[in-house]
């Protein structure tokens, strides 16, 4: 995927949504916590990859791995954390999605965990 998306930390569970949309875990990107989710941007005029930190909203102090999303409602979805509050030691999330990032200088898309 080249370097503006590996970095020399871990970049790990990849997944790309129905509608082409690319999300993935990194440590090797600025982020909250551990491992953050991202996603990828692409500029449409540059055609340049730009990572988007999916916020602070849905990325905790801890790792947050594996996004997915419904297919029969695509707000909402699951992912993985190993936050303090959960069962053991990786609990699954479910979130709503209340802001999608359009703009390829967003930093932070809207989550609210449910």
């Not at 690319?22 to 440590?27: I, R």
């Not at 982020?31 to 996603?39: E, K, S």
């Not at 909203?57 to 409602?73: H, V």
């Amino acid at each position: 995927m080249g370097p503006s998306i590996n970095t020399p930390g871990n970049e790990v569970f990849p997944y790309v949504r129905w509608d082409g949309q690319f999300f993935f875990a990194s440590d090797g990107h600025p982020g909250y916590g551990l491992l953050d989710l991202f996603t990828l941007n692409v500029d449409s005029v540059s055609k340049q990859k730009v990572v988007v930190n999916l916020g602070k909203d849905i990325n905790s102090t801890y790792d947050d791995i594996g996004i997915t999303f419904f297919k029969n409602n695509p707000k909402k979805g699951l992912f993985a954390s190993n936050r303090p509050g959960g069962v053991g030691d990786d609990d699954i999330y479910f979130f709503r999605e209340i802001y999608k990032p359009i703009p390829v200088d967003t930093t932070d898309a809207r989550f609210v965990l449910d």
